[in-house]
């Protein structure tokens, strides 16, 4: 059985990721718009960027299965799609880096783990799993 046979098996699982993840993201984007004030708050910062942060994860999860739901890509195509998200997320945790440095923010090693680290471990995950998929390893998928 050849990778794109593989894929395919994988397009339920994937297709219930994407729902649940649209789900999610809907649902946050309507409690943040009913709570913006509250949010928006110079005194909330930390509340602020917990909500962007989770609004960014879910997108990344929704993009990612809507991916590999796409029919007949193949393995290249899919491989300069994950590296894009992974790019784009390297940015984005850069660009929070910069802000809360600019500020002076100065968190907590476990808030440091928490808001750089995993992220920035979920590029390198993209990133393994694109050179995987690249090749054909379909053990790149789990």
């Known amino acids: 059985m ?56 879910f997108l990344l999860v929704l993009l990612i299965a809507l991916f590999f739901l796409i029919p007949e890509q193949g393995r290249l195509a899919l491989t300069v799609e994950l590296f894009a998200l992974a790019v784009l997320r390297l940015r984005w945790l850069m660009a929070q880096i910069v802000s809360s440095a600019r500020i002076g923010q100065k968190p907590a090693a476990m808030d440091l783990v928490r808001e750089y680290l995993l992220p920035a471990l979920t590029v390198l995950g993209l990133v393994v799993a694109g050179v995987g998929i690249f090749h054909g390893n379909i053990l790149a998928v789990y």
């Open 2 to 57: 050849g990778f794109d046979e593989h894929i395919l098996r994988w397009q339920p699982f994937f297709t219930t990721v994407a729902a649940a993840s649209a789900t999610l993201v809907g649902l946050l984007f309507v409690s943040l718009s009913i709570n913006r004030e509250k949010i928006a708050g110079e005194s909330n910062r930390a509340l602020s960027r917990l909500a962007w942060r989770a609004f960014s994860d």
